[in-house]
């Protein structure tokens, strides 16, 4: 957003997605979250969609496990999601 110019000096700053739909919900802002978050207010109408242009550049994830420790099955299942061999 720097590059374009857009400054933000945000008032607040939340640490779930819940709350970030909630506060958009109740016309405190704008958020960004992962759409599975705010899927049900999309259909229902409460939320729409911004589109931004350009669009954001795409996302790098980094996941780091310790080398000699086992993996929980629910990590498991997640690397897998993510399609990351084990």
């Known amino acids: 957003m720097e590059k374009a110019g ?3 000096d945000p008032e607040f700053e939340l640490a779930t997605s819940e709350l970030i739909v909630q506060f ?3 016309c ?3 958020g960004c979250v992962v759409r599975n978050f705010a899927q049900g207010q999309l259909e229902e109408n ?3 969609e911004l589109s931004i242009q350009p669009p954001f550049p795409p996302r790098k994830m ?3 496990t310790p080398a000699k420790a086992p993996i ?3 990590g498991k299942r997640l690397l ?3 399609e990351i061999p084990l």
Do not use: D, K
Request: hydrophobic share 60%.
């Open 6 to 8: 857009i400054s933000l």
């Open 62 to 64: 980094c996941l780091i």
């Open 46 to 48: 409460t939320l729409f």
């Open 72 to 74: 929980s099955p629910a």
């Open 80 to 82: 897998q999601f993510l």
């Open 28 to 30: 405190m802002g704008i």
């Open 24 to 26: 958009a919900l109740r």
